[in-house]
């Protein structure tokens, strides 16, 4: 088939050129229609409980876009600062997409209207105060009211925070960057008049800046991956032939990823943003064993046409293999239940193939048009260093086999023990530099104000009106000050506390009255404010139409999963303690239980598509070779690097969290490539030599060693060129990949066949023998003439 093949790529090169033409730029047409994702990933299904209960909480009480901006000003409370922070406040308001916005100077006072027997709200800072002596009265009016107490302000008002409600829509568009950063501008002018610090937070915000980091990291990664890459690419070859042709077929491949994404639907987000630089360092191996095999070729008959032939058929059907392996890592995370995972595997796995496609159309077909390589471009085969490497190699692998394993053993052991002190976590500023101002901005909500990260407590009492019983608004107050002994939680706030700010106001602001009323009480005012429901909005705010369901809303620290759990844990308890579960419903919803949850089903997830990599893989080699015991000689010099990765994991205190379970999924099905390599190379030298095994293995690693050498060095490269993010999950995944591959290569080249040498009464004459891996003997050479290319 691949004679076949190969005469056909040569024999059509225009044809093939203009089709690769004609593709290539209808995907570039669909790719520039491609859009980043400003969403939340998508890490549950839609199915899911959690999914569910807060679609319906968003639903009935909108979705949580909440951009919180804090200003450290110690003159806040002076006319002049006071002034300039109201005309901000009334800036951003009137800006697209904002649909509230709470403020410090916005905050209305509850007054009590003896006449209309209902509640009035008045703005405490009001265009009517001109003088400090004014602001000094009405700030000590509004200090009075202790609904307001840690709401916006720290307790020694020198810090304001503005809570910023931003429309959904805007959020799912790329209006979204101009309105944040016009808000952005206004907060920053007021900060650079008055020397004040502006800080920025909320998850509007930080996806926001993600995105826009997301779309500057493609762009810069996909530069250093080239120019990494053709470097060594140069340095290996010497010639910018071979450079050339390789960075044509990634280009392409770059442009095609992204017309997938396009036509599948997709949007650009932090995972699929890896895609295109990946399919670099990927696509480049194939072109080093490809152009390798025809210099090795070229140098042995002086032919080129014959060379670019064999090439083809020698290395075609293992590239494809390997490819395939490759792209079954990524397929594998088609099997979650993740729509972000899924939509990354989806994507990976079609642009591997294309790439191989492109690199076996493209080099053959560049190098025919070329002229024959001269002897600078082969010099490469001959370097001293190269040479000497493979002799050692051959030489540790002949003579020193039993020092393999003893070092083998030993780091299996390390292993072991290093992953047995790995640690499970995931949060929010996993992703965000330590040294970055999203966190230090994200951490200084923390210490102030208890964080940014939405939580929501949906009290539902299943009676029509049950929130007006007084035993009720006392069992959420209870379960409201459960809540404040939380160190992880902000300050909560629920129709309660509406309840009781409406007490004080019907005693004339008094703050001793800050409380629930008696049953007396309770008449009165809940007949007030029933008169003033629409105008104090709190109709569906801090409750139900139906007023059978209450909301307690409050912040929550970025903590790990962990934590979290053993927080809900506490707190469960004490909830049915409260509310009985044959009369209430209580949920715990909001964007942080999504995203806590999320990373939780994630690593789940991600656990399951390895071990579905490890396992497909493996039935992949068996059918390749029909040999089970050959499948279990070549998984395991794949599984040690995983393990001792994992290792460094447990030593270094690296979490395993989804950015770094990615890893093993990824390098085990990238690493497998150097075996197919060396395994198929070992199939052809057992048929030449005649099932001589010692001399089979080491002519195998005679020839391939060297390619597995320089593809290596590009993986490792390029991969580490990720730990430039400014996400710490790239970072990680980048750091990780680029150890586990270069472990997988020592592995590769001197574990695998001195296993073949040691197991070879074993395993050798029950492998190979019809394996449907179709290899091509070395005798079998096509004659010479039948090998021209035909000139167009």
């Known amino acids: 088939m691949w004679i076949f093949i190969s005469r056909l790529i040569l024999t059509n090169r225009v044809i093939i050129i203009l089709l690769i033409t004609g593709v290539t730029f209808f995907m570039i047409k669909k790719g520039a229609d491609v859009n980043l994702s400003y969403s939340m990933a998508k890490l549950l299904p839609s199915d899911h409980p959690i999914s569910l209960d807060y679609q319906i909480f968003s639903e009935k009480y909108g979705v949580q876009n909440i951009l919180v901006i804090a200003i450290e000003d110690s003159l806040i409370s002076t006319l002049e600062h006071l002034s300039k922070w109201d005309k901000v406040t009334q800036d951003i308001e009137i800006i697209n997409g904002v649909e509230q916005v709470i403020s410090f100077t916005n905050l209305p006072i509850i007054f009590k209207d003896t006449v209309n027997k209902k509640f009035v709200l008045k703005r405490w800072f009001s265009q009517d105060i001109n003088t400090q002596e004014q602001l000094d009265s009405a700030f000590s009016q509004y200090s009075n009211q202790k609904f307001y107490k840690g709401l916006v302000n720290s307790n020694d008002n020198k810090v304001s925070t503005m809570l910023i409600t931003l429309d959904d829509v805007l959020m799912k568009s790329v209006s979204r960057e101009e309105s944040i950063f016009l808000i952005k501008d206004l907060v920053d002018a007021y900060s650079d008049e008055f020397q004040a610090k502006a800080h920025y937070s909320g998850l509007p915000y930080i996806r926001t800046v993600d995105s ?158 070329s002229s024959p390589p001269k002897y600078r471009h082969t010099k490469h085969l001959d370097k001293l260093w190269i040479n000497k490497l493979v002799e050692r190699l051959v030489f540790l692998v002949q003579y020193r086999r039993k020092q393999i394993y003893f070092i083998t053993t030993i780091l299996i052991f390390f292993g072991l023990f290093g992953v047995l002190n790995v640690k499970t976590t995931g949060n929010l500023t996993d992703e965000l530099p330590k040294d970055g101002e999203l966190y230090k901005d994200l951490k200084f909500f923390e210490s102030n104000f208890g964080g940014v990260m939405p939580l929501e407590v949906v009290v539902n009492t299943r009676v029509k009106n049950g929130l007006l019983k007084s035993y009720n608004l006392r069992k ?84 790990s999963t962990n934590k979290m759990d053993s927080v809900f844990d506490a707190l469960l308890p004490k909830v049915n303690k409260i509310f009985s579960a044959d009369k209430y419903d209580v949920t715990i919803t909001g964007s942080s239980v999504v995203f806590l949850n999320g990373t939780k089903f994630l690593l789940k997830n991600l656990m399951l598509s390895l071990l579905l990599v490890i396992i497909l893989i493996s039935i992949f080699m068996a059918w390749m070779f029909n040999s089970f015991r050959m499948v279990i000689v070549s998984i395991i010099p794949n599984l040690i690097p995983l393990l001792l990765t994992g290792a460094i994991m447990g030593y270094f205190g690296i979490a395993l969290k989804p950015s770094t379970i990615l890893v093993f999924s990824i390098a085990f099905g990238i690493s497998v490539d150097d075996t197919i390599h060396f395994l198929a190379k070992y199939r052809q030298e057992l048929l030449v030599n005649n099932w001589n095994i010692k001399k089979s293995v080491l002519s195998a690693l005679n020839e391939t060693s060297v390619s597995m050498f320089y593809t290596s060095v590009v993986l490792f490269f390029g991969f580490f060129i990720f730990v430039a993010s400014d996400f710490g999950g790239t970072v990680a995944l980048g750091l990780l990949v680029s150890i586990t591959l270069l472990f997988a290569m020592l592995s590769n080249l001197l574990l695998l066949p001195a296993l073949l040498l040691s197991l070879e009464k074993i395993i050798n004459y029950e492998a190979f023998q019809e394996p449907l891996l179709d290899t091509f003997d070395e005798e079998e050479d096509e004659e010479l003439d039948e090998l021209k290319v035909r000139r167009k």
């Not at 902000?490 to 506390?497: A, L, R």
């Open 212 to 369: 826009i980091k997301v779309k500057d990291e493609i762009s810069l990664f996909i530069i250093f991956t080239l120019f990494i890459t053709s470097l060594i690419l140069f340095l290996f070859f010497r010639s910018f032939k071979a450079v050339i042709s390789s960075m044509i077929v990634v280009i392409l491949g770059v442009f095609f990823s992204f017309g997938t994404i396009s036509l599948l639907g997709y949007e650009v987000s932090v995972l699929m943003a890896l895609i295109p630089p990946v399919l670099i360092v990927i696509g480049i191996p194939n072109c080093i064993f490809l152009i390798n095999k025809f210099h090795i070729e070229f140098k042995r008959t002086r032919n080129k046409d014959y060379a670019l032939t064999k090439m083809v058929q020698k290395i075609g059907n293992i590239t494809l293999l390997t490819n395939l392996t490759t792209a079954s890592g990524f397929a594998a995370f088609m099997l979650t239940n993740s729509e972000t995972l899924q939509e990354f595997g989806l994507v990976a796995a079609i642009n591997i193939i294309l790439i191989f496609l492109l690199s076996l159309f493209i080099i053959p077909i560049y190098f025919s048009y």
């Open 476 to 559: 959420i107050e209870q379960l409201s000050q459960e809540l404040t002994t939380f160190n992880e939680f902000s300050k909560p706030y629920s129709y309660v506390d509406v309840v009781k700010y409406s007490k004080q106001a019907f005693y004339n602001g008094d703050s001793n009255y800050y409380s629930l009323p008696n049953s007396q009480e309770q008449r009165m005012i809940l007949s007030y404010l029933r008169n003033s429901t629409e105008s104090m909005n709190l109709g569906g705010l801090m409750m139900d139409s139906l007023k059978q369901e209450a909301r307690i809303s409050l912040r929550v620290a970025d903590v």
